[in-house]
């Protein structure tokens, strides 16, 4: 059982002393991530295992967890008291029975003050525009409340430095095919005295950012064919006029737009080199990741 937490002293007590009646017999970590309160002392106090990383955020924390931690079933969720962890025991169930390697617990909110409005727009949009690169996604991409098998935490590189680590969890299932699944969990507004570290915009910033960047290095050929094409087209733009005008004169009077529809069909044919070039790199590292996958062990039932 693995819980980051940011300085949530009034919180953490509450999260494991509920993910213990869950899961009496499971060593539970918590990850201090530069708590300034008394976070830590509540944690032990609470009877779990305390550890810290000092590089600040969320995708750091993450990164340190999995490569610390050795166990055939991982639990992730916020030291924060917001997920239900009554759910938690059905989310492993499920992973084990059917063979999968994630679960992701799907928020389902009953007070505003538990999810933001913007939140909730930012979720979809991106969900969204994650299905629509990537051919399909989850109904709650930024959901911090999700099981684990080891194949998957082990092949996990962890490239994310904060809160747009969900994304990347996520690209990484869908990219190496992994059988994953959902259940749906109740999302509890944070107790008295526990806030949320999230900014509507400019985390909002830092996730899109981070899905282009995937999308570069995840489907080359498609993002610089997109650049290739869009440059071939204002070459061709502006060429064809050119064109008319030698085939009628023998003539071409603006030499300086030839020299700038030459470069940008140059620039086209960069760009698609390209991606030709990057896909063939991204086919073999996803072939070296997917060996990585398939080295460990599955959770699959007896």
Known sequence: ML???YNEEAAIAQTVASFRAAFPAAAIHVYDN?????????????????????????????RRMFADV??????????????????????????????????????????AEAYRRGHVLGNRAMTGLLAQLFGRSFTDIFSGYRVFSRRFVKSFPVLSSGFEIETEISVHALELKM?????????????????????????????????????RIERPMLFFGFIATVFAMMAVLLAVPLVITYLSTGLVPRFPTAILATGMMILAFLNLFTGLILDTVVRGRREVRRLAYLAQPGPFSD
């Open 179 to 215: 059988p994953v699944g959902e259940v749906e969990t109740r999302y509890f507004a944070r107790p008295e005295g526990s806030a949320s570290k999230l900014n509507t915009y400019r985390d909002g910033f830092r996730i899109a950012k981070t899905i282009a960047v995937l999308y």
């Open 34 to 62: 530069n708590s300034r309160d008394r976070t830590i002392e509540v944690a032990r106090e609470a009877g779990a295992i305390v550890r810290s990383e000092r590089m600040q955020g969320k995708g750091n924390v993450v």
């Open 70 to 111: 050795d166990a055939d079933i991982y639990v992730m969720a916020d030291g924060d008291a917001t997920y239900d962890a009554s759910v938690a025991p059905l989310m492993v169930d499920r992973l084990v029975q059917e063979g999968l390697d994630m679960i992701v617990g799907t928020r389902v909110h009953e007070a």
């Open 3 to 5: 819980l980051p937490c």
